[in-house]
């Protein structure tokens, strides 16, 4: 989905939308005109056509019957499924696992790993679905995913779980970042928000049976990852099966294959390094990891900080992220940060929301599941149920904050809305002390966390899709997954720097009047093997419960203190009307307009179809016919609830042009100015 195809966004040489006829376009022959928009596609810079192939290729998933959309639809939707189940145990096991390697202390470390590497995966991801293919784009996220399983199960120590964790992130974002895609391809503005959140519906079955299969898997935690190894291909391999079929449809002769046969294959890599950005992915990464990293090792001990090796670190990254900025203003072919998004308000202003959303949440979760063993001494199901409690009811709320969305027609107050909500979860998370009676506060307050997660995420990424052009919209989707995942490792890193910072001194404290401070270590570095020998009621055990209740109130004021942020990011998102385009702006190559109807590249243009129309368009019949009055009169330029959308779209435009017409003419003489005839060949006007 990085750009829409040439028959929906390429321009005419006078600038105009390919939906408007122009003189200069009639008399061309229809391969001419089939040229002129691969050549109008291809970006600055991109001569041998090498990064729109696989844009061409998505063209196919609109030509598609409904049925074999449905059934792509049902194979991302089982996708869907397998993944709402691996993110609702793994992270789970992941506590086990750094447990049995007596090396618990290390998940913090692990977790910036992992969003390290998560918010690096998308954008090569994304542009190398524009350049090769939706269909080999998961080829090859699969290929990473399942092996980072296999690699997880494994695993006996941290170094071989890091590994894991990087093949595994690597394959689940990219693939992730090309779901959305696969589905913005085939979906209209109006409809985008609700096709998104279908594929999550799994996480009402799942929110409470995973906690069934945690616990039964927990002793042999290994089999709890490595299944997905094999659960990931099951649901992969028909839906690029699939992929490959459609994508084979296109290589016609309309859409003739860019010169590369000539080129050496020396010259094709080095092509590909450039739309990957590879020095631009080698430049961030190194950033992050130098900034990001020492902020969790530095806090392990007391003055860490003063450091000469912490200090070397910050700073060479600070020196990177300098050098890849320049990098992308200048030395860059295919920037990872394409100036057209940094100038755009509703994208950045959408960033920061989600990155914030996600530095607040990051820091509750981080440590939640170890708080809820060791405060609340719950059993691993009750824990399991309340750590997915949270993605129980985003699941549960958001497909009534779509349709909402889809005949409300606007996004920003939902946004708004959800980060309030987000914040007065986060702000009932500050006040507990760690009784028995808190558990249920603790439920309540996961519950309008979750609320505020079902408002805003989802929101926001569709917000931000559609207020791009669709020839952007990969690249937005790939943006975006990088902002989310530095929320996510600044939120852990945020979260590891004051667990590691403040709970040994605060253990200390606790245990020194009843002499236990040679439990220190064992606490800190194996804390679910220490209660099984402690109960609640031990000394110890109410010592070790005090310390781990401060720790964690204060790390809940520093989340909910940083909603402020996201809360003024969302003021600042646009509020654009949804409708019946792929993107609500005009494009770098012209205006928005309806993919219903025809494709108007050639006389000879074929039907584009987009996923749900049929049986939406037919809903809201039934519901435009319940709502209107018997003998209303009707308007006119008022369309028509049963009139095809396409239709009723140009006669609107061209009622509009006869109103705007007979109110431009001169006094005197009442002249009477003919509507412009039915054009069989006219295309559909720009969306008004």
């Not at 092996?147 to 894991?164: P, Q, R, V, W």
């Not at 096709?195 to 927990?218: D, G, R, T």
């Not at 007065?424 to 309008?448: D, E």
């Not at 520093?558 to 019946?580: D, E, I």
């Amino acid at each position: 989905m990085g750009a829409a195809a040439p028959a929906l966004i390429a321009a005419s040489t006078n600038g105009l939308a390919v939906g408007v006829s122009t003189s200069s376009n009639r008399g061309k022959s229809p391969a001419v005109s089939r040229r002129s928009s691969a050549a109008t596609l291809a970006p600055i810079g991109d001569k041998a056509g090498i990064r729109q192939a696989g844009i061409r290729r998505a063209e196919a998933l609109r030509e598609l019957d409904p049925r074999s959309q449905g059934i792509i639809f049902a194979l991302v939707c089982a996708w869907g499924a397998v993944l709402c189940l691996d993110r609702l145990t793994t992270y789970s096991y992941q506590t086990i696992a750094t447990n049995s390697f007596a090396a618990h202390s290390s998940l913090s470390f692990l977790n910036v790993v992992r969003a390290l590497v998560a918010a690096i995966a998308g954008p090569p991801f994304a542009l190398v679905a524009d350049s090769l293919g939706r269909a080999n784009a998961f080829t090859l996220g699969l290929a990473f995913y399942a092996s980072g399983h296999a690699l997880l199960a494994a695993s006996h120590n941290t170094a071989a779980y890091a590994g894991g964790v990087t093949l595994f992130e690597i394959g689940a974002n990219g693939l992730v970042v090309l779901q959305w895609t696969l589905l913005a391809d085939m979906t209209s503005s109006k409809n985008r928000l609700l096709f998104v959140i279908l594929p999550q519906m799994p996480f009402l079955i799942f929110s409470f049976i995973s906690a069934n299969i945690y616990a039964a898997v927990l002793p042999h935690w290994r089999w709890g990852v490595g299944m997905f190894a094999i659960l990931g291909p099951a649901t992969l391999v028909p839906l690029i099966a699939m992929l490959y079929t459609a994508e084979a449809s296109v290589a016609t002769p309309s859409l003739p294959a860019p010169p590369r046969a000539r080129q050496r294959p020396m010259s094709r890599v080095n092509e590909l390094l450039q739309v990957v950005d590879l020095p631009g992915l080698v430049l961030l990464c190194a950033a992050l990891s130098l900034l990001l990293i020492p902020l969790t090792l530095a806090a392990s001990t007391p003055g860490r900080w003063a450091s000469a090796d912490i200090i070397a670190e910050l700073c060479s990254g600070a020196a990177l992220v300098v050098a890849f900025a320049a990098w992308e203003l200048k030395g860059a072919r295919f920037p990872l940060l394409p100036r057209a998004l940094l100038m755009n308000r509703t994208a950045w202003a959408g960033a920061l929301t989600l990155a914030s959303f996600w530095i607040s949440n990051t820091v509750l979760t981080a440590y939640l599941p170890t708080y809820l063993y060791v405060v609340q001494d719950t059993s691993n199901r009750a824990q399991q149920n309340i750590s997915t409690l949270y993605s129980f009811t985003v699941a549960l709320a958001s497909l009534p904050v779509a349709l909402t969305v889809r005949y409300a027609g606007r996004l920003k107050p939902f946004a708004v809305i959800g980060i309030v909500l987000f914040t007065v979860g986060l702000g009932m998370m500050v006040g507990f002390n760690g009784n028995s009676g808190t558990r249920f506060h603790i439920i309540a307050a996961q519950i309008i966390i979750g609320l505020g997660g079902a408002f805003t995420v989802a929101v926001v990424q569709s917000l931000i899709q559609v207020s791009v052009p669709h020839a952007l919209c990969g690249q937005s989707i790939a943006v975006l997954n990088i902002c989310i995942n530095l929320g996510v490792a600044v939120g852990s890193a945020l979260a590891g720097a004051m667990w590691t910072g403040l709970l040994p001194g605060y253990l200390a404290q606790e245990l020194r009047p009843i002499s236990g401070l040679s439990m220190l270590s064992a606490i800190f570095s194996e804390p679910l093997t220490w209660i099984t020998e402690h109960a609640v009621s031990t000394s110890e055990r109410t010592a070790v419960v005090a310390a781990y209740v401060r720790v964690f109130r204060y790390m809940m004021v520093a989340a909910t203190s940083n909603c402020a942020l996201a809360f003024a990011a969302a003021c600042l998102l646009g509020n654009p009307k949804l409708g019946n385009t792929l993107s609500t702006v005009e494009g770098e190559d012209g205006s928005a307009r309806s993919v219903r109807g025809e494709s108007a590249t050639s006389t000879d243009a074929k039907s584009i179809n987009l996923l749900g129309d049929a049986w939406l368009a037919r809903l809201d019949r039934v519901f435009m016919r319940a709502s209107s009055r018997p003998g209303e009169k009707k308007k006119r330029g008022t369309p028509d609830p049963s009139e095809d959308s396409a239709a009723a779209q140009a006669r609107f435009s061209k009622d509009a042009l006869y109103s705007k017409a007979a109110s431009a003419s001169p006094p005197g003489p009442e002249v009477h100015v003919e509507p412009p005839p039915e054009d069989n060949d006219a295309r559909p006007a720009r969306q008004l």
